[in-house]
């Protein structure tokens, strides 16, 4: 992409391809890291690129060390790769622990104030100082600094900045143009054009799609990796007429949301496995009472507190079986930004319409990563809702198990909802019988469900359609599989609606396949659970179950030992 | 106006002959009527319970009504209220259930003084689960699960609630149904957090209707509006063993209740969303 042959002896390794930049930032927790990383991402978005952030910090909140990889490319990517083209180092630790990965002619852009290092030194405090800044703005020095390294010029930098930050904009816009103007360009990165790409968390894409999905309300409370969602509802509550709240545990959080629905208000909570866990009475309940409710849950590494900083893929089997008795939901896992958007919307209109709890299964590695995504959404269709009849009953059996659904105040009709077996109407009962209808009712809506989940679409196919090995993966590990399977050929299946499990779908898409690999971020490797039911046995299981996402590369040569 | 359909519905009553909740539910139904009479049409009320003996009393109304787990009526009903500030919404909860497994939940709807109402069914031990002591039960009461008695004195909620923020505290007593209907009545209609403590019999594991005849006696309700005053009546009876018990409306005052006000949305949401969208851009 972006290297003229006047520079190219800046260029990277032979492995990394001419179209993209990877760029490494490094610093304490209280540094700004991750909103440095945005930053950069977010000119590089504005140059036309495809741009995935990923961010690796500690759970603190000063010190320690943090960094995040920006990589920009000519087409869509959702991994990070080892090889780092440009290091921004804001302490020494930057250096010490990443230059190792820099490329052949990888450089390192350094505070020389705090840092020791070969490469290209800018004294932050010698900017920031004389212009009567703050330590934070050094990320705005450094971002100049960098597209200035990069070849970018600066009328393509100071709108981005003008618009991505909020404090003290004129003050920040003279010390990026201090520092643009303190170093020289040593690389040439195009300028694609165009209009640029939004620029999202993927929890931020979770959020669009709960939006567009027509959520009245979504409820939280604060836990590493889904409080970014919550973060961004909530800023964005009066814009969208939304009510978000924030009460006192997770237990009020789900219970809340089945209020709200009851009084006919669309709505989602969103948390990690810990307070999943809280919620499982209640998920129990909604299943009972068949009320609509949404829940997004960000994997982190377990068991318990386990790494709240951390990715993981190991509570699929937990929210797959969660709650007492039986009930049917729906568990979706997205990998990119159109996923999420597309999932999230369909989530809402999934739980309405056949009333059950719906699920976003996340990551850390998807929640807390940042994606540009398509600028124009499809606006999601939502499944007509079946018409009531009178009097009203509730719980009306109906041939497909599907029971109108009502809210309060509605004259003339009394409606019950209950976490007892109960009748038509939402009384408790004991009786052999109903407990026999009511089950069977929910029985066949989980038929019903499946019927429209079991389709092509359910299941995202890649790599060598025709490809006798096939790796099965599922949620975010997707972006590094596919990448890391490029050139080999192999074919990639990812179903990305986990329960019900869409199984003729699956079947068609491993039409052929003769040897199965499993990619997965967990101890056991929970779909092969999933896959043995479908009556396949995967023949190898690559397992990763540090808290780290692979980079494209390790898990490029991970795949070649048994590919 | 559901003129016509009867208030209680044809569910056949499960409750022991002499239990405390139909004297509640009688008094819960008198205020209903009054207030449809009054105007707030039925569809209006919605009804929530935990679980517990308390808790079937939502399938004996014709009205609204969620039926939800142990402990957890508020935070339904903190749902219900924020999502339809219209609908009036009335807890029905045990003792064991509001102030054991859901004593958090009570805390926080006093802390944010949310518009509805709780009623506590308190006769201060388990009954649907047979005679456990629950957080009420005065110190070295038996049960099944405390054989050698407890060695735990009382909770006493009153001052809880008030320590918590509540607007509205009232205590009263089964066996005395024109204070508990005017108290039941005034918590429905208090704009904030109202809590009804109904001291009741279990006429099966804890009969204490000679103790509670005795013992209860209706306050003047002078100086409500006090707090270190609400603090004084509360403090006069721990739920132990001896009494005098005050009953009445111990505390009442106002402050910004919950949720807030909110103007209608009458933006298009898809263009705010694609609006968001294009500023990420």
């Known amino acids: 992409m972006f290297i003229t042959d006047r520079v190219r002896y800046h260029l990277l390794t032979e492995a990394d391809i001419v179209t993209e930049c990877s760029v490494l930032i490094g610093g304490k927790a209280g540094d700004g890291i991750s909103q440095a990383g945005q930053l950069i991402g977010s000119v590089f978005a504005s140059l036309g690129y495809h741009v995935y952030q990923y961010t690796d910090y500690p759970s603190l ?76 703005m050094g990320n705005t020095a450094m971002t100049g600094a960098l597209f200035r390294v990069l070849g970018i010029p600066w009328e393509r930098i100071e709108p981005v900045l003008r618009r991505k930050i909020r404090a003290q904009p004129e003050k920040n816009i003279q010390i990026g143009n201090a520092a ?24 931020e894409w979770i959020g669009l799609g709960l939006l567009a999905g027509g959520i009245d309300a979504y409820i939280a409370y604060p836990m590493t990796p889904a409080s970014g969602l919550l973060h961004f509802l909530a800023g964005v509550a009066e814009e969208t007429g939304i009510t978000v709240y924030h009460p006192e545990s997770e237990i009020a959080v789900i219970l809340m949301a089945q209020g ?11 948390t990690s496995g810990g307070g999943f866990c809280l919620m499982t009475e209640a998920l129990s309940l909604a299943g009972q009472a068949e009320i609509p409710v949404v829940i997004v849950v960000s994997q982190r590494t377990g068991p318990s507190t386990g790494l709240p900083t951390y990715t993981a893929q190991s509570d699929l089997l937990f929210i797959r079986h969660a709650g007492q008795g039986e009930f049917p939901r729906w568990i979706a896992a997205p990998a990119t930004p159109e996923e999420a958007y597309r999932l999230g919307a369909r989530a809402v209109d999934i739980a309405w319409k056949y009333q059950v709890p719906a699920f976003i299964l996340s990551d850390k590695s998807f929640s807390e990563g940042i994606f540009t995504g398509d600028p124009d959404m499809q606006d999601p269709v939502a499944h007509p809702l079946s018409a009531p009849s009178f009097p009203y ?88 599989v596919t990448e890391a399977a490029e050139g080999s050929e192999v074919r990639i299946v990812s179903p990305l609606i986990l329960e019900p499990f869409p199984g003729d779908a699956f079947r068609k898409a491993m039409r052929g396949v003769e040897r199965i690999v499993v990619v997965e971020e967990s101890v056991s490797g929970q779909i092969v659970t999933i896959l043995r039911e479908q009556g396949f046995i995967p023949d190898e299981v690559l397992l990763r179950y540090d808290g780290r996402p692979s980079a494209v590369e390790e898990l490029s040569a991970r795949l070649g030992r048994v590919l | 106006m559901n003129q016509g359909i009867p208030l209680v519905s044809g569910t056949k009553n499960t409750w022991c002959p002499g239990c405390g909740n139909f004297a509640i539910q009688h008094a819960v139904r008198f205020v209903i009527e009054e207030l449809e009479r009054e105007g707030i049409p039925r569809e209006r ?52 259930d509001l102030y054991a497994e859901g004593l958090d939940h009570l805390v926080h709807a006093a802390k944010r003084n949310v518009d509805i109402t709780v009623i506590c069914h ?23 699960s405390t054989p050698q008695g407890i060695h735990e004195s009382p909770l006493n909620v009153i001052e809880v609630l008030l320590g918590s923020g509540a607007t509205f505290v009232a205590r009263a007593y089964s066996r005395r149904l024109p204070l508990l209907r005017r108290i039941i009545r005034e918590a429905v209609l208090h704009p904030g957090f109202a809590h009804v403590d109904v001291l009741q019999i279990c006429a099966t594991f804890y009969n204490l209707t000679a103790f509670y005849d005795e013992q209860v006696y209706e306050t003047t309700e002078t100086n409500v509006s006090q707090f270190d005053f609400a603090c004084r009546t509360g403090h006069l009876w721990q739920y132990a063993e001896k009494g005098p018990i005050p009953l009445g409306i111990f505390y009442r005052t106002i402050r910004p209740s919950f949720p807030e006000k909110k103007e209608p949305f009458t933006k298009d949401r898809a263009l705010a969303v694609k609006e968001i969208i294009s500023r990420y851009s």
């Open chain 1, 61 to 136: 909140i000063r010190g320690g060390h943090n960094y995040c990889i920006v990589r920009a490319a000519e087409r869509p990517v959702t991994a990070y790769r080892s090889g780092i083209d440009l290091i921004i180092a804001f302490d020494q630790q930057t250096v010490d622990i990443h230059s190792r990965r820099l490329t052949d002619r990888g450089t390192i852009l350094y505070d020389s104030d705090r840092v020791k290092a070969t490469g290209i030194p800018l004294s932050l405090a010698g900017i920031i100082n004389p212009l009567e800044g703050v330590q934070i």
């Open chain 1, 180 to 203: 643009w103007n303190q170093v020289s360009s040593q690389m040439e990165v195009q300028d694609l054009g165009g209009s640029g790409r939004p620029f999202f968390s993927g929890n």
């Open chain 1, 260 to 270: 709200f629905v009851y009084a006919g208000k669309k709505t989602a909570v969103g």
């Open chain 1, 393 to 480: 009953q509730r719980y009306a059996d109906t041939p497909d198990g599907i029971s109108p659904i009502l809210s309060p105040p509605y004259t003339g009709e009394v409606i019950k909802v209950n976490s007892y077996t109960h009748d038509y109407q939402g009384i408790t009962t004991e009786d052999p019988d109903m407990t026999v209808v009511m089950a069977d009712k929910r029985k066949r809506k989980a038929q019903a469900l499946l019927n429209y989940i079991d389709r092509d679409e359910s299941i995202i196919t890649g790599g060598n359609p025709d490809g006798k090995t096939c790796i099965v993966c599922w949620g975010s590990v997707r972006g590094q």
């Open chain 2, 45 to 96: 009320i919605v009804l929530v319970s935990g679980i517990g003996c308390h808790a079937k009393i939502v399938d004996y109304f014709q009205v609204n009504s969620f039926y939800s787990l142990h402990g957890r009526t508020i935070p339904v009903a903190t749902g219900i209220k924020m999502a339809n500030p219209d609908l009036y919404v009335i807890c029905f909860a045990g003792d064991g």
């Open chain 2, 122 to 144: 308190n006769n201060r031990v388990y009954g649907l689960t047979t005679g456990q002591y629950t957080p009420t039960s005065p110190y070295g009461y038996k049960g099944r």
